[in-house]
């Protein structure tokens, strides 16, 4: 007779020895990963697929494997990053393929790296002419860094020499019609006045709101359901 209890208890210890390992090995975002680090969680994550679905495999045999291969890992990552060659091996080195200007055409042939996909890169970051690019480098995590020529960068306040006001992370105020008291006071405010900014802005009832948050300026960005 089919009991779906052991599997249900295979999946979820999967799952929470796969997430437990990945928080231990790295706090990069998946796009970030290097070689070394794709291979780590890909051969995780085959193990712990295969505790899920393969009810043959021993428990035990899967804790002890899941510990060593997470060991060795973490082993391999101290190493490396005490050891400079090594890292350079298991996570690469970035590479030039546009410098003044002017593509490198012997490096983007060693990486197989086509003039399409560059120029795709390129259009993500918002730039369309390459003469424009004072460096382009491939990242090992795969992103392209863009460096653009001096007479080509937009202006800052810096540049004109204008003073800014800090701006500081903004502050959740009501989330899902509901106001975040504790933020609100650790801001030095009160629910009148958020009730009053509220009404300046024609809104009556808290739970047309979606999202409302404060930056660090005191201003105050409302976003409602209906919009």
Do not use: C
């Not at 780590?40 to 085959?46: S, V």
């Amino acid at each position: 007779m089919f009991n779906p209890l052991p599997i249900v208890f295979r999946v979820f210890l999967a799952l929470i020895f796969l997430f437990t390992a990945t928080k231990l090995l790295t706090k990069r975002s998946i796009a970030n990963l290097t070689y070394f680090d794709y291979i780590a969680t890909t051969t995780l994550g085959t193990i712990a697929g295969n505790l899920a679905f393969n009810i043959k495999i021993n428990i035990l045999v899967f804790i002890v494997s899941m510990s060593l291969i997470t060991l060795i890992i973490m082993l391999i990552s101290f190493i490396s990053f005490k050891y400079r060659p090594l890292r350079s091996f298991l996570a690469g080195e970035p590479t030039i393929l546009i410098q003044n200007g002017k593509i490198l055409e012997y490096n983007l042939s060693k990486l197989n790296y086509s003039y399409n996909y560059l120029n795709q890169q390129l259009r993500q970051e918002g730039v369309f002419d390459i003469s424009k690019v004072e460096y382009a480098i491939l990242e090992p995590s795969g992103e392209l860094s863009i460096n653009l020529k001096s007479q080509n960068k937009p202006l800052t306040p810096q540049d004109l020499h204008f003073s800014t006001e800090y701006e500081g992370l903004a502050t959740e105020i009501i989330l899902d019609g509901k106001i975040l008291k504790n933020n609100l006071q650790k801001n030095n405010f009160n629910q009148e006045w958020l009730y009053n900014e509220l009404s300046k802005k024609g809104i009556e009832d808290i739970k047309e709101i979606a999202f409302a948050a404060l930056s660090s300026n005191g201003n105050l960005y409302v976003d409602l359901y209906r919009d």
